[in-house]
């Protein structure tokens, strides 16, 4: 049984850092597998951040770029966000999910605020 556990959320000023990490268990290929971070502000829909492929490739979304680094390692069995930069903007509820499953985490709360 897949579980994506995130962690990392928390209060942050803005120009601050987080890291966020998703714990990933039930995936025996996980070196291989397209993994993705998401994310959902408040009242609106959910948002693609960055996706790791299957061969190590990364792809990030709108603001992500140039501030977020997707990374896995496979040691750990994490994915990781690590953000920089974080505008107010930023603020929601951020995700890990195995690409292309229905398999989610339940979420880790980021709020970029002074």
């Known amino acids: 049984q897949v579980h994506l556990v995130e962690s990392g959320g928390g209060l942050v000023q803005p120009g601050g850092s987080l890291k966020l990490s998703c714990l990933v268990s039930?995936?025996?290929?996980?070196?291989?597998?397209?993994m993705g971070w998401f994310r959902q502000p408040a009242g609106k829909q959910i948002e693609s951040v960055a996706a790791?492929?299957?061969?190590?490739?990364?792809n990030y979304f709108g603001s992500a770029k140039g501030r977020f680094t997707i990374s896995r390692d496979t040691a750990k069995k994490t994915v990781d966000l690590q953000m920089n930069n974080l505008t107010p903007d930023d603020t929601a509820v951020y995700f890990c999910?195995?690409?292309?499953?229905?398999?989610w985490g339940q979420g880790t709360q980021v709020i970029v605020s002074s």
């Open positions: 039930g995936i025996d290929a996980f070196s291989v597998t397209p």
């Open positions: 790791l492929t299957k061969n190590g490739g990364t």
């Open positions: 999910n195995q690409l292309g499953t229905p398999h």
